[in-house]
Nanobody, 119 residues
Framework: QVQVAESGGGLVQAGDSLRLACAVS????????TGWFRQAPGKEREFVAS???????YYADSVKGRFTISRGNANNTIYLQMNSLEPEDTAVYLC?????????????WGQGTQVTVSS
């Protein structure tokens, strides 16, 4: 049973927008902090954004003001709206869920979705 599944990646140009979605199980949606990491080739995985079940959000400095994380309560889905995309945002984006607000040591991971931003 897949408990975390991402969708919405693709190839866009610099300045464009893209929305990622992460469908999670009801149990995860109601009990855990969920969010996004990304990993670019040759780089370490880095935290992007998270949202607690209460709705409180956290962002990496590199995406503040450009990315917005939100919850779709009707369908147990977490969204990452990415605006003003830059080539440096190119990475595999992974959805995760865990107990910590900043997703330290997440318990659940998705398979990832590729985002490529061309200059």
């Amino acid at each position: 049973q897949v408990q975390v599944a991402e969708s919405g990646g693709g190839l866009v140009q610099a300045g464009d927008s893209l929305r990622l979605a992460c469908a999670v199980s009801t149990r995860i949606f109601n009990s855990y902090t969920t969010g996004w990491f990304r990993q670019a080739p040759g780089k370490e995985r880095e935290f992007v954004a998270s949202i607690k079940w209460s709705g409180h959000t956290y962002y990496a400095d590199s995406v503040k003001g450009r990315f917005t994380i939100s919850r779709g309560n009707a369908n147990n889905t977490i969204y990452l709206q990415m605006n003003s995309l830059e080539p440096e945002d190119t990475a595999v984006y992974l959805c995760a869920a865990g107990a910590h607000p900043l997703l330290k040591q997440p318990r659940y991971w998705g398979q990832g979705t590729q985002v490529t931003v061309s200059s």
